[in-house]
Structures are given as C-alpha cells and as structure tokens.
C-alpha cells in the first residue's frame, strides 16, 4: 500500500511570510507618540488677544506739545494813511492743565513795514488756549494773552520801541499723520505801550497764522 502523503502536515508548519512578521504594528503607545505643541506655543495660542491700545485724546490733561508758527497781518485803523503791515515767525510750548485748556508760551521774531523806518522786533507772549469742541481729528478753539515786544526802530512811527501785545482770537487744530497736528487762526492783535513814553498812537491789527504741533 502506498503510504499517505505528509505534504498537508508539513505545510501547516511552513513559517509566515517575513513581510507579514516585520509590518509595525499600530498600538496606542505608538499614537501617544504624536508631536504635540511645546509650552511656550500653548500659551501663544490659549492665551488671550489684548486689544490694542489706542491713541490718548488730545487736549487731555497733561499733555506737552511744541510747535512752530508763521503770522501775517495788516492795520484795523483807518486813521493810518499807510497800511501797516507786519509778518512774525517762532516757535512755541504748550501745556494741557486741564482737559482742553493749554498754557501756551511763545517767542516770535517780527518784521514791520512802515512809512518811516521798518522795524525788526522779538515778542515773547503768554496764551490760554481753549479747545471748546474736542474731535477725534480736529478741534476748535478760541484763545487770549499778552506778550512784550522790542524793536529795532519805534512801532508804530511815532510810537516807542517797547510795548505790550494784547491778542485774541479763535483757531482750528487738525491731526496730520505721525502725531502732527495743524494750527490754522485768526486773531486781533493789539501794540501799545500803555502810556509809559508820552504819545501813545498804537495799533491794532488782524493777523493769520499757520503752526504745526508736535508731541514732547
């Protein structure tokens, strides 16, 4: 009789392919493994947005600004056969003691033309200036002072080369880029010496000007 086969037995035993017992298992431990976002990263992404800080209004109390100016102006008086005429340049600081009320301290020199001989003066005057109407890029405002001024040659003609600078007047400030605000006014502006030399004729005069203002 022919002797049964061994082929099934011995094919039980055959080892599984090498392919099938090297393939990586996926178990939890090798999830675990995942890259996870460092501390520091955490806390950028968990961590709440601030909201950013916005500009102070301006005219609030304590607020210092600098700037610089340019003025021209003619006579009020009808007396004065020649008009007289006079253009001014400086600078200035300003101080907020109140929420839109400045302290203003300014220097200017000034040119007068006149019939007789033209003058060229410094003025140092103090102004108290308040922004009655506050906008985010604007804000009216009126204003008053007094300042002292000598120069080169009597003002007016017949006059004296010392006198006092009664002013007021009303103005805009508009806000430009970079924290720069515009200064566009119109004031009366008054000379006189107030009777110290003798003959006091005065004058009295309307002036324009334009300043750029500057953080400090």
């Not at 022919?2 to 990586?24: D, E, G, H, Q």
């Not at 501390?39 to 600004?65: I, V, W, Y």
């Not at 880029?177 to 009295?204: C, T, V, Y």
Request: hydrophobic letters at 40%; glycine letters at 8%.
């Amino acid at each position: 009789p022919v002797a049964p086969s061994s082929t099934p037995a011995l094919s039980a035993w055959r080892t599984p392919p090498l392919r099938s017992a090297l393939a990586p298992s996926r178990s939890p431990v090798a999830n675990s493994c995942s890259p996870q976002a460092s501390p520091s990263e955490q806390d950028r992404t968990d961590s709440p947005k601030l909201p950013a800080q916005s500009e102070a209004t301006f005219g609030t109390k304590g607020q210092k600004h600098w700037y610089v100016q340019g003025a021209a102006a003619t006579t009020l008086d009808r007396e004065e056969a020649f008009p007289q005429r006079f253009a001014l340049a400086g600078a200035g600081l300003s101080k907020f003691l109140f929420d839109g009320h400045s302290i203003n301290l300014e220097l200017n020199t000034i040119y007068f033309s006149q019939p007789d001989d033209d003058a060229l003066g410094l003025n140092l005057a103090l102004l108290m200036r308040w922004h009655f109407l506050r906008k985010s890029n604007w804000s009216l405002f009126i204003d008053g002072g007094a300042g002292v001024m000598g120069t080169t040659s009597d003002v007016p003609s017949k006059g004296a080369s010392f006198n006092f600078t009664p002013q007021a007047g009303a103005g805009v400030n508009i806000k430009l880029k970079e924290q720069r605000r515009l200064m566009l006014g119109l004031r009366w502006h008054h000379i006189s010496h107030a009777d110290l030399f003798g003959a006091n004729p005065g004058r009295d005069s309307i002036m324009g000007y334009v300043g750029v203002q500057f953080p400090r």
